[in-house]
């Protein structure tokens, strides 16, 4: 790609109606064609850290990887200048991307060249663009002026992005409708949530809406799917942002403190008693309480609890005074409440006054590639706190991550991958290896097991398959055996779509789509 090619494609694409994600992503992909080189990557500089926004060239889970600045003196001295920096082939600083370069996965990287820049906003830092080649001497001086030249165009990409960003937020705020972004724009990775899958971009999209309402919300959701990090975003999307946010866990109160924890108690109110003391409720007032496994906590709190919901008053343990509090409760449980209503172990008037609006957080494994993401911040961190020079994944481990069930989900994952990384290290892995996590180091359960979701609906359907006829095209053959999945498994739900969209692993709505296109039965 020549100089006169580039430069108008970037600027085109600043006008052009793209989602943010999209339109950072082919800026990437552009200069990775012009400058002819192994990898490019858009970073932004969060405290201390760099998340990356858009790379190319590089492996999936790159983009759940954060960079520590202090951890990586490559990115360090390019965030530390204005203009570009450029390492010799033969610096002895690591490259913050060994190993991860596609075309090279697993391998230590031949000699190479690398440069980058770093980039500004509204004259604020704002974090780096780097460029990896596989080929000594690649970013000559030639290369280096004209990175420097294109440097405006990306920080006017990334002014265009912020600043659509702002436009969105303002229409937003004043209940606007806003085109849909679809899932290339779900890449927020805000408050450590890692994903760009569409029941994500559902679910964070959701959680903006009622945020900004004062209605108790319900989050339910498997052990280990992060319940509490959604917690927070609905907090910090709130307006309730600047109070705090109390954090309870009700599976860890004894039953006998809960109600002192919960709501005070008055001098003397039982032996050790020996001054007053506020309760939860109390250190939340004016902010945000979450009660994290609400389900857990006994009858008799459940009672007193319902009755500070309906009137916002709550009366300290041993004391005749009522209080006023003026406290949002955002609850959690991984229970079926319904089911615990039913069998009298939790009462029906606080289910129904906690679920004004329930929100289920989706399980890992209907995440599809978000677990890589995931493997790939888990990786990181691993690769920082062990001191290796490089972490990752085999295609083969990468593949197993993605089949496995995850019944732990999120927390299962962390600890999968940590475990995997100091087995590396106690066979003799060392500190300048690019240490790659084959299979068997996983270590996961189940993975001689069928395989689920379409996989496993389609080799169930096979034998009901109709004889693929010669000449028939890949497009028709595969619509064929979509058909046939989708068919084999909605009968074996007696039609109900939900629970046929579970087995399948796709997104309900998608699900409609796609068979009506089909013309599924």
Known sequence: MTNSAIVPELLADLVADLPHAVRLQRLVSGLRGHFRCGAVALLRLEEDHLRPMAVDGLVRDALGRRFAVALHPRLAAILARRGVTCFHHESVLPDPYDGLIDEHVGEPLPVHDCMGTSLEVEGQPWGVLTLDALAVGTFDAA???????????????????????????????????????????????????????????????????????????????????????????????????????????????????????????????????????PGRFEAADGGTLFLDEVGELPLSIQAKLLRT?????????????????????????????????????????????????????????????????????????????????????SPAAQDALRRYRWPGNVRELEHVLSRAALRAVSRGAGRNDIVTLETELLDLDGLDAPPSGLAQAAHAAHAALPAIVPGMSLRDAVDQTQRACIEQALQAHGGNWAQTARQLGVDASNLHKLARRLGCK
């Open 143 to 277: 290369a280096q002026a004209e990175l420097q030249r294109l440097t405006v165009v990306v920080e006017a990409a990334i002014r265009t992005t912020r600043l659509e960003a702002e436009i969105l937020a303002l229409q937003v705020a004043r209940g606007k409708p806003v085109a849909d972004e679809g899932t290339a724009g779900a890449g927020d990775i805000t408050g450590e949530i890692v994903g760009q899958s569409e029941a994500i971009a559902n679910l964070l999209h959701e959680l903006e809406v009622v945020a900004d309402t004062e209605l108790p919300v319900l989050l339910l959701g498997e052990t280990g799917v992060g319940k509490e990090l959604f917690a927070h975003r609905l907090h910090r999307q709130s307006r309730r942002r600047a109070q705090p946010l109390v954090h309870v866990n009700c599976a860890a109160l004894p039953e006998s403190l809960a109600e002192s924890e919960l709501f005070g108690h008055a001098r003397g109110a039982f032996s050790g008693a020996t001054g007053e003391r």
């Open 309 to 393: 919901l309906q009137n916002g008053e709550i009366q300290r343990l041993g004391s005749d005074r009522p209080r006023r509090v003026n406290v949002r409760v955002i609850a959690a449980t991984n229970r079926n409440l319904r089911e615990h209503v039913r069998d009298g172990s939790f009462r029906a008037d606080l289910y129904h006054r906690l679920s004004v609006y329930p929100i289920p957080i989706p399980p890992l494994r209907e995440r599809g590639n978000d677990v890589l993401l995931l493997a790939g911040r888990f990786l990181e961190l691993n690769r920082a706190r062990l001191g290796l020079r490089s972490l990752r994944l």
